[in-house]
């Protein structure tokens, strides 16, 4: 009797049984590895690990079991290798799935090839490896197979030549890769954002709903990517003033109420121009498309208040009920404490104050300039950035109550950049007005310049610790 060790079946259960943890838990750490370092082929290495390599186990056993039992090839272990087969397809496709696309540069061919047709050689692939796993498993003919599949497959594309054309046109439409998800096309006056590219269509989100474009007509037709227009994007809009205001106060006005907007595009200078009569057209520059609709929104709020503040009559209008006598006159009693101000100088200050607002994100003052009035505010809050770079770094808040432009008072430029967060009011004092007061009381001028010093050290402190930021080693202070 021959020993079991002798056995054709020992040494290969021997490998299964000795074998199968060690590459498991090899592969378990090489999975874990691999997720830890935010690597795609986890996924892969976990489908080898839970699928492949335990079915291949099986696979093993069940041959040597059908060997010892029934030298003839039962119908489970074919399954069992069918099983194997299919599972070895999806982890090659997962495999090179990840090398070839998912890690692909940007810019490179592998990130240029549309998904479709990833989709198509995907399912060619899936076809040929069951044609080969049934044919070595099973022994199919599966020549007989693919002859019929092409003559049908003939049959088939001359019966829907007119429905299938359009949808071949447009795949090599998509080859081209005229746009991407994300950009912004123009389809017959439609403008729209590509939010799904699918085998039957496009979808364009046009803010109003979703527009649905067949990829055959698409085509056949003209359309613009507005997302293509090197780098920036054109934006122009028509507004209309009195035809009393001088067209160049009203152009300088525009101009400078574009250049504040954060969506403008760096580098590029807003132009206005009039149209005849009251009408006139601004034009500038956004990053792209996406930012046409809030610069638009952006640009005719601020104008609003400019055009109040300026005194010119946008679309006609030059009342504003928020300049009344009243209001001015409890401003004034709000801000008397802060001046020292006596009943004969509030009578004085009534003729040269006025009363502003400012829309929030708008910027009250910028670095580098002198101020000419005291601006005292009244409602809302105001932000004082500092210029860093590239970067505009919060300094300090200034409430209602409190005040800017306390420079006027030495002559200093301004630090930082002042940005209403909220609808502001504010009430101007003219420094004039401001050096009279402060030489008929000198506890003004000491009040002032106290918060000159706190504001500067302020713009210190914040400029302090973002080099801090940058630089961990270094710290502020020093010996």
Do not use: C
């Not at 060619?124 to 007989?144: H, M, Y």
């Not at 001015?328 to 802060?338: G, K, M, N, V, W």
């Not at 003219?430 to 500067?456: F, M």
């Amino acid at each position: 009797m021959t020993p079991f060790w002798q056995q054709p079946w020992f040494w290969p259960a021997i490998v299964v049984i000795v074998g199968l943890p060690v590459v498991l838990l090899v592969l378990t750490e090489l999975q874990s590895n691999l997720q830890r370092r935010g690597n795609s082929l986890h996924k892969v290495v976990g489908l080898l690990r839970n699928a492949v390599i335990p079915v291949i186990a099986i696979l093993v056993l069940s041959v040597q079991v059908t060997a010892a039992v029934d030298p003839s090839r039962p119908v489970v272990t074919q399954v069992i290798a069918t099983v194997l087969g299919f599972l070895v397809i999806v982890f090659v496709l997962n495999g090179m799935n990840v090398l070839l696309f998912t890690n692909a540069r940007k810019g490179s061919w592998r990130e240029k090839i549309p998904s479709i047709f990833v989709d198509i050689a995907r399912v060619i692939l899936v076809a040929i490896g069951l044609a080969v796993v049934f044919r070595i498993v099973w022994g199919t003919d599966i020549g007989g197979i693919f002859t019929a599949l092409g003559v049908g497959s003939f049959v088939i594309a001359l019966a829907l030549q007119t429905a299938v054309g359009p949808i071949v046109a447009g795949l090599f439409l998509l080859f081209e890769q005229p746009f991407r998800l994300g950009d912004w096309l123009d389809i017959g006056g439609t403008r729209g954002r590509v939010v799904e590219v699918n085998w039957r269509s496009v979808h364009l989100d046009t803010g109003n709903g979703i527009l649905i474009t067949p990829i055959g007509s698409l085509a056949g037709a003209s359309f613009t990517n507005l997302s293509r227009t090197g780098g920036t994007y054109p934006v122009s809009t028509s507004v209309t003033f009195t035809t009393d205001d001088a067209p160049a106060a009203v152009v300088a006005l525009l101009q400078r109420v574009a250049s504040g907007l954060p969506q403008l595009a760096p580098g590029t200078s807003p132009s206005a121009e009039p149209t005849g009569g009251s009408g006139y057209t601004v034009s500038f520059e956004v990053g792209g498309p996406s930012q046409e609709g809030s610069a638009l929104a952006q640009f005719r709020m601020w104008l609003w208040y400019a055009a109040r503040r300026a005194g010119l009559g946008l679309d006609g209008d030059t009342t504003d009920d928020f300049v009344t006598d009243e209001r001015r006159d409890a401003a004034l009693a709000s801000i008397a404490p802060t001046l020292y101000l006596a009943s004969d100088d509030v009578a004085a200050l009534r003729q040269v104050v006025t009363l502003e607002r400012y829309a929030a994100g708008e910027v009250i003052s910028r670095p580098g300039v002198v101020p000419t009035a005291i601006r005292f505010v009244l409602t809302g809050s105001v932000e004082l950035r500092v210029p860093f770079g590239d970067e505009q770094l919060p300094a300090t808040r200034v409430e209602a109550g409190d005040y800017v432009g306390q420079t006027s008072l030495t002559r200093e430029v301004v630090q930082t950049f002042q940005v209403a967060l909220t609808e502001v009011a504010v009430l101007v004092v003219p420094v004039e007005a401001i050096d009279t007061i402060v030489r008929s009381n000198p506890q003004l001028a000491r009040d002032i310049g106290a918060v000159i010093d706190r504001r500067h050290q302020d713009v210190a402190d914040t400029i302090a610790a973002r080099a801090g930021q940058l630089q961990p080693g270094v710290t502020s202070g020093g010996t």
